[in-house]
């Protein structure tokens, strides 16, 4: 072999290697996944949600791509499909979901509530809640969303007149959200509008705990105790003034109290 030839061999093995070396470095072409994830990272969310529904439709267990997915759903207002992305992601990572995804998790609930809140869709949005809630039984971050979507299921029960089932999420909102004082008003006025005079002041005293000085309970514990009059036939007006003081002063009481 000449000189020449040896020349002409070296450089080519050198640009081989050089060809080598640069592939290495570069690595292989980027997954659909992590084109998706540049996307986001970049603002695109569009492109960012086309390349995970390739990486899904690839690998359908693929949390970080649901998440991913999930995300890119947020940042287009998707709520609706933020919702759909996560429960995938809680059925196939749920170590993912209950971790990296909260923030996502929370914001897109939030979002999807408040959505089918504004169209009248409450019992859809309580059932949004729910449906996530049992995935993650701790419902950390969860209680004003169902607290806000239980009232709003029970308002609308209540105003078709099923007071039964109105009554019941009103006392469940009791439990979620105790610093809502609609909460406790809305399930005292069912029990006073059904007579439950006993029931109503065992709520409005419970409530008091966390309405001390609410003028609602107030009003609400005088229209129970004006029921107790009727129902042991006292007219006030027409009681000797010896029983109206005893009842005024037993009103004065409660109301103290309230």
Not at 156 to 170: K, S, V, W
Request: include cysteine; hydrophobic fraction near 45%.
């Amino acid at each position: 072999m000449t000189s020449s030839s040896r020349s002409i061999l070296a450089v080519l093995l050198l640009g081989l290697a050089l060809g080598l070396c640069q592939g290495c470095i570069s690595g292989p072409p980027h997954s659909a996944k992590e084109r998706g994830e540049r996307a986001f990272l970049q603002g695109n969310w569009r492109s960012a949600k086309k390349y995970f529904a390739e990486a899904l439709r690839l690998e359908a267990t693929d949390g970080r791509a649901w998440l991913g997915q999930a995300r890119a759903q947020l940042l287009g207002r998707d709520a609706e499909g933020t919702l759909r992305s996560l429960s995938s992601l809680a059925k196939v990572d749920p170590d993912r979901f209950h971790g990296e995804a909260r923030k996502t998790y929370l914001s897109g609930l939030e979002g999807a509530v408040r959505q089918r809140l504004g169209r009248r869709q409450s019992e859809a949005a309580l059932q949004a809640v729910r449906a996530l809630a049992e995935l993650d039984p701790d419902r950390n971050g969860l209680s004003r969303l169902l607290g806000l979507s239980l009232m709003a299921e029970g308002d609308r029960l209540r105003l078709i007149g099923d007071r039964d089932r109105a009554l019941l999420l009103f006392r469940e909102a009791n439990q979620a959200i105790p610093h809502s004082l609609d909460a406790w008003v809305a399930a005292a006025e069912i029990l006073i509008e059904r007579g439950d005079g006993k029931r109503a002041m065992q709520l409005l005293k419970a409530a008091r705990k966390s309405h001390p000085t609410a003028g609602a309970i107030r009003m609400l514990t005088l229209q129970v105790l004006q029921m107790r009059s009727v129902w042991l036939g006292i007219d006030l007006g027409q009681a000797s003034p010896k029983c109206a003081s005893r009842w005024n002063v037993r009103a004065g009481r409660a109301l103290s109290a309230a």
